[in-house]
T-cell receptor, first 109, second 114 residues
Framework: GQNIDQPTEMTATEGAIVQINCTYQ??????LFWYQQHAGEAPTFLSYNVLDGLEEKGRFSSFLSRSKGYSYLLLKELQMKDSASYLC??????????WGAGTKLIIKP | IAGITQAPTSQILAAGRRMTLRCTQD?????MYWYRQDLGLGLRLIHYSNTAGTTGKGEVPDGYSVSRANTDDFPLTLASAVPSQTSVYFC?????????????FGQGTRLTVV
């Protein structure tokens, strides 16, 4: 079956770095997405990876290893506003997104 | 402001009633989607439409129907609501169903079926 695994909750300190991991199993693969969702709000797009390696976008970076079925989202210089859930989603061979349950990130001062 | 709008924002519905959740986008996106989000679960696709005039079933389509008469609107109908349909419903759109295409989400409809 198709499955996405990511930690339920993580805690980090303001100004620090945090890495949120995601492993996936899908029927075929057409890329890995990360979305941010603040409580009570809509998900918003952060990144898309389809090739192995690291993609950097400001304070956020996303990494993909297709052979390992693994991705991570790296957040640097954490700010209080980064407190949110981070959703990992893999696109299967039918171009459908399979979503993880999300990782709730708590930032402490 | 361009974007995707859902209505209502929240609703309490008696079991057995019919309900239509509205979704409108003004970005001229071809693809539209309906998801439900439940605590502890990932977003689950209910129905989708890759272009006006076509629809498809997602992971959890039972009890729901959709139509796509034009590019902008993608209503979701619950023919006879049941308590298990209590959820937060998100409509989303993207320029195309192809990979590397960002999806834009509406603000969600919180539906409680009692």
């Amino acid at each position: 079956g198709q499955n996405i695994d990511q930690p339920t909750e993580m805690t980090a300190t303001e100004g620090a770095i945090v890495q949120i991991n995601c492993t996936y199993q899908t029927s075929g693969f057409n890329g890995l997405f990360w979305y941010q969702q603040h409580a009570g709000e809509a998900p918003t797009f952060l990144s898309y990876n389809v090739l192995d390696g690291l993609e950097e976008k400001g304070r956020f970076s996303s990494f993909l290893s297709r052979s390992k079925g693994y991705s991570y989202l790296l957040l640097k210089e954490l700010q209080m506003k980064d407190s949110a859930s981070y959703l990992c989603a893999a696109m299967d061979s039918n171009y459908q997104l399979i979503w993880g349950a999300g990782t709730k990130l708590i930032i402490k001062p | 402001i361009a974007g995707i709008t859902q209505a209502p924002t929240s609703q309490i519905l008696a079991a057995g009633r019919r309900m239509t959740l509205r979704c409108t986008q003004d970005m001229r996106h071809n693809a539209m989607y309906w998801y439900r989000q439940d605590l502890g679960l990932g977003l689950r696709l209910i129905h989708y439409s890759n272009t006006a005039g076509t629809t498809g079933k997602g992971e959890v389509p039972d009890g729901y129907s959709v139509s796509r008469a034009n590019t902008d609107d993608f209503p979701l109908t619950l023919a006879s609501a049941v308590p298990s349909q209590t959820s937060v419903y998100f409509c989303a759109s993207s320029d195309s169903p192809d990979p590397n295409t960002e999806a834009f989400f509406g603000q969600g409809t919180r539906l409680t079926v009692v």
